[in-house]
Nanobody, 123 residues
Framework: VQLQASGGGLVQTGGSLRLSCAAS????????MGWFRQAPGKEREFVAG????????QYADSVKGRFTISRDGAKNTVYLQMNSLKPEDTAVYFC?????????????????WGQGTLVTVSS
C-alpha cells in the first residue's frame, strides 16, 4: 500500500489544520491507521490511531481533546483534525498503516509509512 500525506503548513498558535493521508493499493479498510510526528532532534512519537472500522481510536495524552482522527473508507483516506495548535506541535507528521488489528503507540508494528508533511505552529 502507498500512503500520501498532505495538509501541513504554517499556522499561528490556537489555529487549526487538517491533515489527510490517502492510501492506495491493498484494501484500505483492512488496515489500522496511525499518525506519528517527529520534531527536530527528537524521536518519532505516536499521535493518534484508528482501527479498521473507525470504531476505536487512541490518542497521545499531549493531543487529547485537541486532535481528532477519522477515516473515510469511500475515499481511502484517514484524517487528523488538529485544533488549538501549540508551538510544541511543530513537527513532521507521518501517517502509517498496519495490516493487523490493534492500535500501537510505537512505530515497530506499522508496515507502511507516508512521506510526511510539515506542520509549523508559530508563537
Amino acid at each position: 500500500v502507498q500512503l500520501q500525506a498532505s495538509g501541513g503548513g504554517l499556522v499561528q498558535t490556537g489555529g487549526s489544520l487538517r491533515l489527510s493521508c490517502a492510501a492506495s493499493g491493498r484494501t484500505f479498510s483492512s488496515y489500522t491507521m496511525g499518525w506519528f510526528r517527529q520534531a527536530p532532534g527528537k524521536e518519532r512519537e505516536f499521535v493518534a490511531g484508528i482501527n479498521w472500522s473507525g470504531t476505536s481510536t487512541q490518542y497521545a495524552d499531549s493531543v487529547k481533546g485537541r486532535f481528532t482522527i477519522s477515516r473515510d473508507g469511500a475515499k481511502n483516506t484517514v484524517y487528523l483534525q488538529m485544533n488549538s495548535l501549540k508551538p510544541e506541535d511543530t513537527a513532521v507528521y507521518f501517517c502509517a498503516a498496519r495490516y493487523q488489528p490493534g492500535i500501537y503507540t510505537y512505530t515497530g508494528p506499522y508496515d507502511y509509512w507516508g512521506q510526511g508533511t510539515l506542520v509549523t505552529v508559530s508563537s
